[in-house]
């Protein structure tokens, strides 16, 4: 899968982008990903991005010609256009495993107050929100995002189970788990886990998945979430 991500901050995204599981996952030629300077697309002496909002407000939006010029620069034949925004739909596990199918994203950070509304309906396939709240700027949810997706590639994971029974990928959240010491400070590690019988191991784990999801998320079971 190709990724290109363009902000005004690009170094937000190359450090946490290149550790890891991701750092890995480009080693091994399942992601090539790279992240760009909006400003490269500046086209004026000072290399500006922004300008003030028609109609009066707060704060700065940012211009049309540079993002025009950076999709044009960037898509191909089947890319997706994600913008990073609190006003998209909201990201879930469900949306990483169907971008997880595409062959190539191009990501766009916003910034300031906002991006001329002409980008996202000209160029733009779907807004994208990381959660209910507003991040300072969109480079971070982007790195939410691609972590999110990039996983969900075969061969990305050492062990291809550990996507598979994962929290949200069954509606419930994990059950909790345990290493040695068998014992530490007097508290015990439930004694199923130690037995060794995997259809008492699995149930048990079904239902402290339950419990768990019960308490903290409900909306889940309501299938809500
Ligand atoms: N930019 C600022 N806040 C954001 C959010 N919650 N999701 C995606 N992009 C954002």
Redesign the pocket.
Known sequence: MRIDIVTIFPEMCAGPLGLSMMGRAREKGLLDLRVHDLREWATDRHRRVDDEPYGGGQGMVMKCEPWFAAVEALRGEGTRTVL???Q?RRFCQAEAEAFAECGHLVVLC?HYEGIDHRVVEALVDDE????D???T??AI?ANVFTDAVVRLIPGVLGDERSAEEESFSDGLLEAPCYTRPAEFRGMKVPAVLLEGNHAKIAAWKRERARERTAAVRPDLLAGEG
């Open positions: 990073m925004t609190p998209g916003g994208i929100s990381i959660g709240y507003v991040l700027n969109g949810a």
